[in-house]
């Protein structure tokens, strides 16, 4: 099965200002990119269930086509740097989306 | 409008104090760059820096790269533009800078004429503009408040490039300004020579982080954007980088939510029509960006408050029987310290116990829940309204936890390893932001007034 960290050459996190989380997938080619568009792979129920998140905190999923990338933004569960923040970068929170796969083709 | 003549900004640095290869910078200067500009902030180290007053770059590492900059720059008769300086962009960051800037004119007999522009804004005109409903939340953000706005230590507006063409044209040679939005330094002066706002804004938006959008990547290395008529080109001078299209449209997506929509002081930066070249193996040509204004003009402003004092212990435990059990110890410890301290007012203090190993490093979002480590890095924090009583607690529930007894306890000497003697570090004040919010100016220059000296004058 193809995992996602197979075929996309970044695969990151970072804040997008200090509400936001936003997670980048730049895919190595664009037919992996297509592929991925067209099976709707990065989806709102999917980031609810890797980060255990309500689906009204996914802010948006963009293709971005320049790039072969797809964004996805969600609320952050603290503002940034508040007491109880693990991470004030927000640049370590990528990891589950390192083993989602491409389905069972 | 063709004919004239390409521009061409060089960006030596992500952030002024993260260096830069000398032989990058030499070999950019022989390409003979119209202006230098350095973005030197970030609201991402987070609220402290900010509300401190204090820079997150190390004073002795911004002087080497201001010193190498301004020479040249002085030498050659060239601008230098230098955005969100010390780092957040407030009056202390900017005296911390300009100290700098005088320091090394001394050191170096540099003259020429120096703007100082100063991005605070007042609390008490905070208050009349959320009375005035002129305060705009940012979603998820929610709407501001009298209380955040008058607890804030520092509140900075996001200038756009006006400010700046303001002080350019009263005679500015070198101009050192509070917070920008960051493409602001590297678009002040092509916008002021007449070329197309959009091109500067975009070529400023991947200039702000230098060699980052390049492959491979770096923000201390140099990066040179040529701008024209019609688009702009992408070029590294270190021969071991290169644009390629991939890097410089990945740049793009970088710390925002929607790369085809980037808006800023004034308007919006519009990327569907933008086209990404690859025009050699090296160089990316970018067209067709467009700026829709705004109607109204905004600016972004961000405030940071004092929300408390804090301790931290670090500690690690290797046990197999603590491990299985860590919950119900911190269960047990958290209660032991409310029954001691019942004294202390609820609300007044805060312990935290984070977990390395488990989850610390993802929190709430993290989805492996079960421990599989086999040993646990320990970080116990204690934040309270004085730094007294978060040493208290902080040092309450490291002895607590150091001996606490448990079920099948087999280790009765203690329960962690402490790497460190003292155990405990006071971490000082600690911020939070309270405001992110966008604030409707009547005019994009009044709010930022130049302040002009010579170089070469005393502090």
Known sequence: MTRLSDVASVIRSKNAGPYELTFDIIFKDRAWFEEAKRINLINAALICSLYGVAEEDVIDIIAFEPANAIKATIKRPLVSGAIGETDVYGAQQHVPLLSVTFGSE | ?459
């Open chain 2, 1 to 459: 409008m063709m004919g004239r003549p390409a521009m061409k900004v060089l960006s030596p640095t992500a952030i002024l104090g993260y260096g830069f290869p000398e032989t990058s910078f030499a070999a950019a200067m022989g390409l003979s760059p119209d202006v230098i500009a350095v973005d030197a902030g970030s609201s991402d180290p987070g609220p402290y820096y900010l509300g401190a007053g204090v820079s997150f770059t190390n004073r002795a590492a911004v002087k080497r790269d201001l010193l190498i900059i301004l020479k040249a720059a002085r030498e050659r008769g060239i601008p230098v533009l230098i955005g969100s300086a010390g780092g957040a962009g407030a009056r202390p960051h900017l005296d911390w800078t300009v100290d700098i800037v005088r320091e090394i004119a001394r050191q170096e007999k540099l003259t020429g004429k120096l703007a100082v522009i100063p991005a605070d804004v007042s609390t008490s005109s905070l208050l009349d503009s959320l009375a005035d409903g002129d305060l705009i939340a940012l979603p998820p953000g929610t709407p501001a408040t009298e209380d955040d706005i008058a607890a804030s230590t520092y509140v900075v507006a996001q200038m756009g490039e006006e400010p700046l063409i303001a002080a350019l044209e009263a005679g500015a040679d070198v101009i050192i300004a509070g917070r920008c939005y960051d493409p602001a330094v590297f678009a002040a002066v092509p916008i002021h020579r007449g070329y197309d706002k959009a091109l500067a804004l975009h070529m400023g938006k991947i200039l702000e982080c230098a060699a980052i959008a390049s492959t491979p990547g770096s923000g201390s290395d140099c990066m040179i954007g040529t701008l024209d008529d019609t688009g702009f080109v992408l070029e590294t001078v270190n021969p071991a980088r290169v644009c390629t299209v991939a890097s410089v449209a990945a740049h793009t997506l970088y710390e925002k939510s929607d790369p085809y929509r980037l808006p800023g002081p004034g308007g919006l930066l519009d990327l569907h029509e933008t086209r990404f070249e690859q025009v050699d193996p090296g160089r990316v040509r970018v067209t067709g960006s467009r700026f829709v204004p705004s109607d109204g003009y905004f600016v972004k402003l961000e405030g940071a408050r004092p929300v408390g004092y804090r301790t931290v212990s670090i500690a690690g435990a290797r046990g197999p029987d603590f491990i299985a059990k860590v919950d119900e110890i911190i269960a047990g410890v958290r209660a032991r310290v409310e029954d001691n301290f019942r004294d202390m007012p609820k609300g007044s203090w805060q312990l935290i116990f984070r977990i390395y190993g488990r989850d610390a490093v993802m929190g709430v979002l993290e989805p492996e829940r079960a421990t599989v480590s086999h040993e646990l890095g320990i970080v116990i924090e204690a934040v309270a309204d004085k730094q007294d009583d978060a040493d208290t607690i902080c040092s309450f529930a490291r002895s607590t936890m150091l001996h606490f007894g448990y079920p099948g306890r087999v280790s009765t000497a203690g329960n962690l390893a402490f790497p460190y003697s003292p155990s405990d570090m006071k971490a000082g004040q600690v911020y939070a932001f309270s405001l992110y919010h966008l604030l409707k100016v009547a005019d994009p220059v009044s709010p930022f007034p130049f302040e002009l000296s010579n170089l070469e004058d005393a502090a």
